[in-house]
């Protein structure tokens, strides 16, 4: 008797990894989802009530911008406490 997967991840390269792990210790038929969640994000016709997609290359680069702006600003403070001594 096999054991039936289906596997998936954000872009899918993670699920072919697991596929080929999963095989490796005695799962059969396994299938990856080849889309996975890009790819099923992007039909507008799929079911996804209340699913959230967050752009993380994105968000890093707006944090990375704010943690820059917080160092600036932190050397314009010590600057100015410099000053008043």
Do not use: H
């Not at 967050?54 to 010590?78: F, H, M, R, Y």
């Amino acid at each position: 008797m096999g054991i039936n997967s289906a596997v998936y991840c954000q872009s899918g390269v993670r699920a072919s990894e697991t596929a080929t792990v999963l095989r490796s210790i005695g799962f059969r038929d396994v299938k990856v989802y080849e889309p996975s969640w890009l790819g099923y994000a992007g039909m507008l016709t799929a079911p996804a009530e209340n699913e959230v997609f967050v752009n993380v290359g994105a968000l890093t680069g707006k944090i990375a911008n704010l943690e820059s702006q917080l160092k600036d600003l932190e050397e314009e403070i010590a600057k100015l406490k410099g000053q008043k001594r």
